[in-house]
């Protein structure tokens, strides 16, 4: 059963604009390799999964700050930065089973967020990694509620740390849609009819330390989420404030719009709930402080801060890490039958086992595989960025888009209206009923200012074909300075795209 497309009458919004925290966006563009590496996680031997990696390229299955420190150089833009930031890469499936790994359009993104006060630069030897790669599901209100409403479960850091991914559908034509505002992998199908540009994988780490370990026995111990993941209040225990750091890699997705298959991140992972991302800092220590106090020009571009030596990416390319013989007959862009590293493919919602698959020994069985996935993908239920459920084609979301920014109107069925089974982990979660309420905040980039938005709302009633429901809407008009539209809208290779996250 389907409804027709849902037209919201928004009957009043409220904008308000102040300055927010300085930052630098510092451009990845190059790799200093791709392979089974993880020196946080598999020390010494293979990874589980295959990383895309960036930075410093003295790299390899044991890394140290002292080993970055003596890196020839780094594949990223400032020359002074050996630090090494990886992620898992995202491959499509073919039908036959076969993998291939999507094309990683302009590298990657590290964003560094000069949120909070007395901000500390990462101190020699600091590691730390974001993100569950054994996660499979998600078990909060779809789509995330206000987040002056959070409270209780919201803020645990097991839910801030769900929250801290996103997946963002690119569309240079239309309005962007906020950072971290999805947090799974969207299906093929909505990627082939919505995101023509390709999807944007984000990640957000946590800035809140401990100030005492530069590691932990699961990386993650040592530190916390604020309590608005991005920004807020950092918990008992956690005061010291680091620098944040965000992730933001685009794939080219569109470049399977219309063959028979499906996304999947290197680890096995359909879903994107199992997403995360691994820093070694490489950072002199003063000098980063430095570029903490000095580099905040609201453009954040690291050409604006005088610090910074920079060079082109046909330099960066250059520095890149040696395969460790182990892997030197691996080729981590392909699979003939599954995911490079025999990674089983495991869709949740159960939490995934760390492993590997026997190989298969024919194109048969490599066929055979590929359905297996694949039914076991269809069989969680993962929402679509209108969240319906995966496949039951029930919408629970509409949009309202005025000329500024596209949001998510909350939308839920009314008593009387018949629907498909839907995974009640994936209804969207009640949302304010009061007139003026706020309803949402984000932090966006208008030529060389940084706003952080605040947003009202109001309760509309709309009428569909076969179905009433009730939706609290929001927009936000922001006005374009002449020019500005069109150059945030193309997808240029050092990824000054439209991003409103900051």
């Not at 987040?147 to 645990?156: C, E, P």
């Not at 470049?255 to 199992?274: M, V």
């Not at 993962?382 to 888009?401: I, W």
């Not at 629907?419 to 980039?445: C, E, F, H, K, N």
Request: charge should be negative.
């Amino acid at each position: 059963m389907g409804i027709s497309p849902v037209k919201l009458a928004v009957s009043s919004a409220a904008l308000f604009l102040s300055t927010a925290e300085a930052f630098w966006r510092l451009p990845c563009q190059a790799r200093s390799g791709v392979g089974r590496l993880d020196p946080l996680v598999d020390p010494g031997k293979p990874a589980d999964h295959v990383h895309v990696i960036h930075g410093g390229n003295n790299f390899g299955f044991d890394t140290s700050y002292d080993d970055l420190m003596k890196s020839e150089g780094t594949s990223c833009e400032v020359t002074q930065d050996k630090s090494a930031y990886w992620t898992p890469a995202l491959y499509f499936q073919h039908a036959n089973g076969s993998t291939e790994m999507v094309e990683e359009h302009g590298g990657m993104l590290a964003y560094y967020l000069l949120y909070g006060d007395n901000i500390k630069a990462f101190p020699a030897g600091f590691r730390m990694l974001a993100g569950d790669t054994l996660q499979r599901n998600f078990t909060l209100p779809v789509p995330d509620p206000p987040k002056s409403n959070w409270k209780g479960v919201d803020l645990t850091q097991k839910s801030l740390a769900q929250k801290a991914l996103g997946f963002n559908c690119l569309d240079y034509s239309k309005d962007p849609e906020p950072s971290l505002y999805r947090h799974f992998l969207p299906d093929k199908s909505y990627l082939d009819a919505n995101c023509k540009d390709g999807l944007r994988l984000e990640l957000m780490f946590p800035s809140c330390w401990n100030g005492k370990d530069l590691d932990s026995s699961d990386h993650k111990s040592h530190m916390a989420y604020p309590d608005l993941v991005m920004t807020g209040d950092c918990p008992q225990g956690y005061e010291t404030r680091l620098v944040s750091l965000f992730y933001e890699t685009i794939w080219s997705t569109e470049a399977f719009a219309g063959i028979d298959g499906q996304f999947l991140l290197s680890n096995g992972d359909p879903t994107g709930y199992g997403y995360h991302g691994d820093f070694i800092a490489g950072w002199e220590p003063d000098f980063l402080q430095s570029a903490v106090k000095q580099c905040t020009n609201p453009s954040g571009e690291v050409s604006d801060c005088p610090l910074f030596n920079l060079q082109d990416e046909t330099k960066a390319a250059q520095y890149t890490f040696s395969t460790p013989q182990e892997l030197s007959s691996e080729n981590p862009f392909f699979g003939e039958n599954g995911i490079p590293g025999n990674v089983p493919i495991q869709s949740g919602p159960a939490y995934a086992t760390h492993g590997t698959m026997a190989p298969t020994a024919s194109a048969s069985s490599s066929s055979a595989s590929a359905t297996s996935a694949s039914a076991s993908s269809s069989s969680q239920v993962v929402p679509t960025q209108s969240y319906a459920a995966g496949s039951s084609g029930v919408v629970y979301g509409a949009t309202s888009s005025a000329q500024g920014i596209e949001y998510m109107a909350q939308a839920s069925p009314s008593s009387g209206s018949t629907t498909s089974a839907v995974d009640t982990s994936v209804t969207a979660a009640a949302v304010p009923s009061s007139s003026g309420d706020q309803m949402q905040t984000t932090l966006i980039t208008k030529g060389n200012t940084a706003y952080e938005v605040f947003i009202a709302s109001e309760t509309v009633t709309v009428t569909a074909s076969d179905a009433t429901v009730t939706a609290t809407a929001s927009t936000a008009v922001v006005t374009e300075t002449d020019g500005a539209s069109s150059r945030r809208r193309r997808h240029l290779h050092n990824h000054q795209h439209p991003h409103n996250a900051f």
